[in-house]
């Protein structure tokens, strides 16, 4: 989640905009909302929508009135109305699509008591900001080192310091109620700011510090998930996963968001399947529900005794059973149902006539290993024969120097068998 102009140094440290989650062009922060009204022209006399929405840290994002009915657009880094002083922010979102997000977050568009804007942030504005910004690391951890001396069941996990540099607001999480009073005396005396404490939970907390999911991508939350809906342990055993909460439990501790994204499909598909508890009823015995594929609408039932032996029918069989069974005219067994056409086999691997992408690399060659057996007698002379052939002036000359060394060796008589001496 960075802008084009992020990427590493030599060093391996980063570069880019260094604006810590502020840059212009919106790409360090949740997906934004895509303005698809902006070169649509409003209705003659018909006057633009005078709220727009303005983000903060983590991406945290409020609205607020444009009573001076200053020329804004998105990116724009404005000055807010907080209690006490002003906040700064950039502006997300304008025009007519602000109104369709306030009454998406349940808020009315046109309530009197909506927060202002004061002005376009000049560069002083700008510059308190960023040094107030710059400060957040070191206090988070002077933070972090107050709650532990005061042994405080709790986990600070994000400091956010108001534009004006005149408030910051602690987030933190705990899992049960606690007395920060003495706490907030501490901050206010160490950092000389006004402090507000914010418990957030634990979903919250992975969201603004962000992460890397089990699945190899950035956490849906700190990416483009805004609102928390509860997941339950049902949501797993509608869709066949094992219970284990080290598998279905997220960065947060708390069960994945993701468990709810295809729960609906799953819901869908088991409006067709018996309950899995209802046993069938044949003339042969009674049968138990052993196993069930969803996306397959298939079944396996085990007669009661024999349950190592599962028998495969689908949703339709299993249905014509059960009303059979309510005529009373059971059927004779499950047997009748199975299905023996074999299946076809879909292999995918090369069906685009795609070949491998290594089909033109050269294949590697083994070593030839040298062995130090002398070679026979008549494999040298056959070596020496063809060096005569390729270059016979050499070769007369390597024979007059060696001398004998190169001479044919003497046949041996072979011992005659029996019926030769007859």
């Given at each position: 989640?960075?802008?084009s102009?992020?990427?590493?140094?030599?060093?391996g440290?980063?570069k880019?905009?260094?604006?810590n989650?502020?840059?212009?062009?919106?790409?360090c922060?949740?997906?934004?909302?895509?303005?698809?009204?902006?070169?649509?022209?409003?209705?003659?006399?018909?006057?633009?929508f005078?709220?727009?929405?303005?983000?903060?840290?983590?991406?945290r994002?409020?609205?607020?009135?444009?009573?001076?009915?200053l020329?804004?657009?998105?990116?724009?880094?404005?000055?807010?109305?907080?209690?006490?002083?002003?906040?700064?922010g950039?502006?997300?979102?304008?025009?007519?699509l602000?109104?369709?997000?306030?009454?998406?977050?349940?808020?009315?568009?046109?309530?009197?008591?909506?927060?202002?804007?004061?002005?376009?942030?000049?560069?002083k504005?700008?510059?308190?900001?960023?040094?107030?910004?710059e400060?957040e690391d070191?206090?988070?951890v002077?933070?972090?080192?107050i709650?532990?001396?005061?042994?405080?069941?709790?986990?600070?996990?994000?400091?956010?310091?108001?534009?004006?540099?005149s408030k910051?607001?602690?987030?933190?999480?705990?899992?049960?109620?606690?007395?920060?009073?003495?706490?907030i005396?501490e901050?206010?005396?160490?950092f000389?700011?006004?402090?507000?404490m914010?418990?957030?939970?634990f979903?919250?907390?992975a969201?603004?510090?962000?992460?890397?999911?089990?699945?190899?991508?950035?956490l849906?939350c700190?990416?483009w998930?805004?609102?928390?809906?509860?997941?339950?342990?049902?949501?797993?055993?509608?869709?066949?996963?094992?219970?284990?909460?080290?598998?279905?439990?997220?960065?947060?501790?708390?069960?994945?968001?993701?468990?709810?994204?295809?729960?609906?499909?799953?819901?869908?598909?088991?409006?067709?399947?018996?309950?899995?508890?209802?046993?069938?009823?044949?003339?042969?015995?009674?049968?138990?529900?052993?196993?069930?594929?969803?996306?397959?609408?298939?079944l396996?039932?085990?007669?009661?005794?024999?349950?190592?032996?599962?028998?495969?029918?689908?949703?339709?069989?299993v249905?014509?059973i059960?009303?059979?069974?309510?005529?009373?005219?059971?059927v004779?067994?499950?047997?009748?149902f199975?299905?023996d056409?074999?299946?076809?086999?879909?292999?995918?691997?090369n069906?685009?006539?795609?070949?491998?992408?290594?089909?033109?690399?050269?294949?590697?060659r083994?070593?030839?290993?040298?062995?130090?057996?002398k070679k026979?007698?008549?494999?040298?002379?056959?070596?020496?024969?063809?060096?005569?052939?390729?270059?016979?002036?050499k070769?007369?000359?390597?024979?007059k120097?060696?001398?004998?060394?190169?001479?044919?060796?003497?046949?041996?008589?072979?011992?005659?068998?029996?019926?030769?001496?007859?």
């Open positions: 989640m960075g802008c102009s992020c990427a590493s140094k030599s060093d440290l980063p880019g905009c260094k604006s989650g502020n840059c212009g062009v919106d790409s922060n949740k997906l934004t909302v895509f303005d698809w009204l902006s070169d649509v022209e409003l209705p003659a006399g018909s006057e633009p005078d709220a727009v929405e303005v983000r903060f840290k983590n991406g994002k409020e609205f607020f009135r444009n009573t001076d009915k020329t804004l657009s998105i990116g724009d880094i404005v000055a807010t109305e907080t209690s006490p002083g002003h906040d700064i950039i502006v997300t979102l304008t025009g007519e602000v109104k369709v997000q306030m009454r998406k977050k349940k808020e009315d568009p046109y309530k009197p008591d909506l927060a202002k804007i004061y002005r376009k942030a000049n560069q504005d700008i510059d308190i900001w960023q040094k107030a910004r400060r070191a206090v988070k002077r933070a972090r080192e709650a532990i001396r005061l042994n405080l069941k709790m986990k600070i996990s994000d400091v956010e310091f108001q534009g004006d540099a910051a607001i602690f987030y933190y999480t705990a899992e049960d109620r606690v007395d920060f009073r003495q706490l005396k901050f206010a005396y160490e000389k700011i006004r402090i507000e914010k418990q957030i939970g979903r919250q907390e969201a603004r510090l962000g992460g890397i999911g089990s699945c190899g991508r950035e849906c700190s990416t998930l805004t609102d928390f809906r509860t997941v339950k342990t049902a949501a797993a055993r509608y869709q066949q996963l094992s219970l284990n909460p080290l598998k279905l439990a997220g960065q947060c501790g708390k069960l994945k968001c993701c468990l709810n994204y295809e729960l609906d499909s799953y819901l869908d598909a088991l409006k067709d399947f018996p309950r899995q508890d209802k046993k069938l009823v044949t003339k042969k015995g009674e049968a138990v529900c052993q196993k069930i594929d969803i996306f397959k609408f298939k396996w039932y085990a007669y009661e005794g024999e349950y190592n032996n599962w028998i495969e029918i689908d949703t339709k069989a249905q014509e059960i009303k059979a069974e309510k005529e009373g005219k059971p004779a067994s499950l047997e009748e199975v299905d056409t074999p299946e076809i086999s879909t292999n995918f691997e069906s685009v006539d795609q070949d491998s992408l290594t089909r033109f690399d050269k294949p590697k083994r070593p030839k290993k040298r062995s130090n057996k026979p007698a008549s494999q040298k002379s056959r070596g020496q024969k063809n060096q005569k052939k390729s270059n016979p002036q070769s007369n000359k390597d024979n120097s060696q001398g004998s060394r190169h001479r044919k060796p003497k046949k041996q008589n072979k011992p005659k068998s029996n019926n030769e001496k007859q």
